[in-house]
């Protein structure tokens, strides 16, 4: 029946594996991952988080350990999460220069002076209310959450951060950021911005971790309604127009169109958020047998990129390096 009629033969490129290899248009590799940590008070400390299974809750002395076998597998950067050991209703534990953040980001650079060592600049993890900046009578209040962020990231650049990722999503603050950095002589200190940051429910196991569940309340006045694409382009331009240097997606697996928009309309380098929600359910469905954990997770990762993330926050950075490199 064939004999009459032209059919593509799409099939043809995919007959081999060295064919297959040959025509991906999109490739991953460990360079594109950034390895977010979450930097606990005290000694010794190596913590699993309950709800996500390979993440650890890590003192500073156990950080360089952890993160030396990262950099032998290519990936260049870490993210770094505080949780304090006392939290207020000013976050101090923020912009405190013998922070917990702070000490990290000094001894990671000294013992591993070849990685490149971001800073989450947000309070929700150290404030005693769970809210990421100042609440007055319910509200939480932007100009004076946002001066105590520039102090955050002011102390952080002291500690020898190599880049500042505001996360809290209030207005202002990357120019706020920008000018205070200039101002303490960092000029050339890179902002990446959580530029669209959704109030998502896939944040659930971070809040674990980091024990920053809000008390109260919720996100929604500052981060962004899930169902807005539009918004998320104009949050990128005010961002960009305020002096950020990456812009980010986050979540990024279910917000994979944004993704894409982005990608299309600027031409910053874009990174992707695969938050901890994305991760946990992989390791959860994985655990269950329900579906292979490793392809699962090579699939999500390579659609983000494929959206057109240049750089992948995730969890699974080390397990998918060693995919990747084959060890
Ligand atoms: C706020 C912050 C959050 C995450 C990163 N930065 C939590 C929130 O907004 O509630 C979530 C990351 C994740 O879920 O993996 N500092």
Redesign the pocket.
């Known amino acids: 029946m064939f004999e009459d009629i032209q059919i593509d033969r799409h099939r043809r490129l995919r007959m081999k594996g060295r064919l297959r290899d040959m025509v991906r248009e999109t490739i991953l590799t460990p360079n594109d991952f950034i390895w ?1 940590l979450f930097v606990v008070a005290g000694r010794d400390v190596r913590r699993e988080v309950p709800s996500m299974p390979g993440v650890y809750n890590l003192s500073v002395d156990r950080l360089a350990g952890e993160v030396e076998p990262a950099v032998a597998l290519g990936i260049p950067a870490v993210l770094l ?1 505080g949780i304090p050991e006392k939290k207020d209703e000013q976050g101090s534990g923020a912009y405190d220069p013998e922070g917990v953040v702070q000490q990290a980001i000094g001894e990671l650079k000294r013992r591993v002076p070849e990685l490149i060592v971001i800073a ?1 600049c ?4 150290y404030t005693s209310h769970g809210h ?1 900046g100042v609440v007055r009578e319910g509200e939480i209040v932007n100009d004076e959450s946002v001066e105590l962020l520039t102090r955050a990231a002011v102390a952080q650049a002291e500690a020898g951060a190599d880049m500042i990722a505001p ?2 999503m209030f207005d202002g603050r990357v120019a706020a950021i920008r000018a205070a950095l200039d101002e303490a002589g960092f000029v050339q200190l890179p902002i990446l911005s ?1 530029a669209a ?1 959704y109030a ?1 429910a ?6 674990d ?2 024990q ?1 569940t809000p008390a109260f309340g919720d ?1 929604r006045s500052h ?1 962004m309604d899930p169902p807005n694409v539009r918004e998320a382009m104009r949050e990128i331009e005010t961002d960009l127009d305020e002096g950020a240097d990456i812009i980010m997606i ?2 990024a697996l279910a917000y994979l169109d944004v993704l894409r928009a982005a990608r299309d309309r600027y031409d910053v380098p874009l990174a992707g ?5 994305e ?1 946990a359910m992989v390791k959860a469905a994985a655990r269950n047998g329900w579906l292979d954990g490793d392809r699962a997770m090579m699939e999500i990762l390579t659609a983000i990129k494929r959206a057109g993330a240049d750089l992948i ?1 995730t ?1 699974h950075a080390v397990e998918a390096a060693r995919l990747l490199k084959g060890k």
Do not use: I, M, T
């Open positions: 977010p999460f989450d947000c309070l929700c993890e990421c996360s809290d959580y940051k998502s896939f944040y659930g196991p971070f809040r971790a980091a920053s996100r981060q986050k979540p958020y695969n938050v901890s929600g991760y926050l969890y």
